[in-house]
């Protein structure tokens, strides 16, 4: 079993990773926390639910009351009504203060139970179950959130989890598209941290097809260490912890233009990261061999492209109103060099121009 | 202008004490924060606004973005309803992570508010401008929070704000209820830590009607100060906390069996804090002559017996699933002697029998 310590100024906790680590999680919660736990409330979506829940559940002592809620898998579950329905269900079940959540599922399950421990009672204990790639990034660090029509995680807080326990066999009921989009978190913490990563990474991997799950403990375990890394740093994102958001502000652009589903978090990322290369090459006046990235993201089947129906003119707007944005500028994270990231307010025709350049011709 | 420090793990601020403050608040927010503020959200409430907002928001500078939204006045605003839409309005107003919220009102509004500071793109400023004698004990210490149809508070966050201004000229445009109401809470102050306060009110204190400002300024500042004590000791109510819950576990239930607003908070907390001094005089076989402060409090038209159309074993039921409790146990505040307190599990037979007793005869 691999493990990375998370060491942020509020909470010190550990990343479990291991295939079938979803038959120990009980036991092993039980050996972490240093407060009893009174009861647990298990929450996941209808996607994961039948292929997991009960290996969870069953996974604690017979004699802890468990409780469940399975919400509606997707995006769309991270919003008001149904955070209000789970604080519901979380009062009749008598949760107390000392009750942990159980996050079992991705990002969407992740932010949404977090957000409800987060906000139970003034915060509850919980721990992250992610059962996909990209979870692995949202999982650790304790941003939880849910959406707001008017944006996406604009409600949330910080609140840190037990722990995470990563079950890699799990990932292998995904389907290619979500291993493509969880894969591009793992290039973004190459580039900003993690050279030998990124090497490794164009190495091991040209297809989603059956990685070996040795290879995923490993890739987990290395882009897991540049997260921690960097939370440790900074857990409320107030300085490094900004340079996590390389390839997202265009992509968080794409996605909303989009509509949220028509294109992956991360082949968004993927193209958001092409661009901000080029940004960087063009603003350092530096070679960061953006072509040779291109071309291995192309093999792995991502676009690196605007989708030619979207407008520059649109996207700029996006993006100007980005949760990072202050009063409408721009700030985006540039690369001086690989390892070497920048936050950097760019003036909207530089912004506009590349859009433009970057468009895909139909 | 007396200034009482805050000096609690998380955040070190200040609450400022003066007649006449409110004219001021924009200067003094600038004096105060260390990065620039972007705009200003006001949030109010429907009895507060025709009285105060011009005069707040006219403390500010005329170049700096200023937005209010004006609640609903009373309880039922402290809903997930509302909390959406304070948050929608936040978002159109274009408030960032540099903006700043401005609770102007009684603890309704600071809750609220503050909740919405706590989780708006995970967590922005806000400052404490209370208008009621309640809400200075609310407004100190960082919690804010919502209600649930099933429970108060239930929905909430720890989360500092940067100052508390306390004009207390706007007090005097609160009805003797409300006076009642927050006097309420500088009296448990002064039986949880601070006899001398204790001694001092009952000296100066006999009716509501037309205390001197000079007088106000004085209890809140010995008040706040018990409070500041406390919260520096504990922030979270992992210890010492919890004793500001004297008088609050009986207060709470019978809030709730009345429903909320047939008695004000303060005047629950009355009754709720004769029968903690009398369950602790049995408990520990001490005289703590609960006779002479039920006088005093009759004298300033508080209720100390429980009203006689409320069922003993309704208000035990609504005791045991209070916040605090756990696995359905009764945890109380009791007093070994005046400033002595102490957290008890005590038993629910024992509890419905001062229940009995202390039912108000027909």
């Known amino acids: 079993m691999k493990q990375v310590l998370i060491d942020t100024k509020s909470k010190t906790y550990k990343v479990f990773i291991d295939a079938r680590l979803r038959f120990t999680i009980g036991t092993l919660l039980e050996s972490i926390v240093t407060q009893p736990v009174s009861s647990v409330f298990v929450v996941t979506d209808s996607v994961v639910a039948p292929l997991y829940l009960d290996d969870v559940v069953g996974s604690f002592e017979q004699k802890l009351p468990i409780h469940t809620e399975v919400i509606p898998s997707g995006e769309a579950s ?145 882009s897991l260490a540049v997260k921690a890394n960097i939370v440790a740093e900074d857990e409320t994102e107030s300085s490094v912890r900004a340079y996590l958001n390389f390839g997202h502000t265009l992509a968080h652009a794409i996605e909303s233009e989009l509509g949220y589903g028509e294109v992956t978090h991360g082949e968004a990322v993927a193209i958001g990261m092409i661009y901000a290369l080029k940004l960087s090459e063009k603003t350092f006046k530096v070679d960061l061999e953006v072509e040779k990235y291109e071309q291995w993201f192309q093999l792995l089947g991502y676009k690196t492209q605007i989708p030619s129906h979207l407008q520059p003119v649109q996207l700029l707007k996006k993006m100007q109103s980005d949760k990072k944005a202050e009063a409408g500028t721009i700030r985006m994270v540039l690369l001086r060099e690989l390892e070497e990231a920048i936050l950097l307010e760019i003036p909207p025709n530089s912004i506009k121009e590349l859009l433009d350049e970057q468009l895909e011709v139909e």
């Open 78 to 222: 991270k919003s008001f009504s149904v955070y209000e329905n789970v604080m519901t269900k979380a009062l009749e079940c008598g949760l107390d203060r000392k009750s942990v959540i159980v996050a079992l599922g991705g990002g969407v399950v992740g932010d949404l139970a977090g957000f409800v421990a987060a906000t139970y009672m003034r915060g509850i204990r919980f721990v992250q179950v992610p059962t996909t790639l990209l979870a692995h990034d949202s999982s650790v660090g304790g941003k939880v959130a849910i959406n707001h029509p008017l944006g996406k995680n604009m409600v949330g807080s910080f609140h840190q989890p037990e722990a995470v326990f990563y079950d890699t066999e799990t990932l292998y009921s995904l389907p290619e598209k979500e291993w493509r989009s969880g894969f591009a978190e793992v290039i973004k913490h190459g580039f900003i941290r993690d050279q030998r990563l990124l090497s490794w990474l164009q190495k091991e991997v040209s297809s989603f097809n059956d990685i070996p799950v040795q290879i995923v403990n490993d890739l987990l375990e290395q």
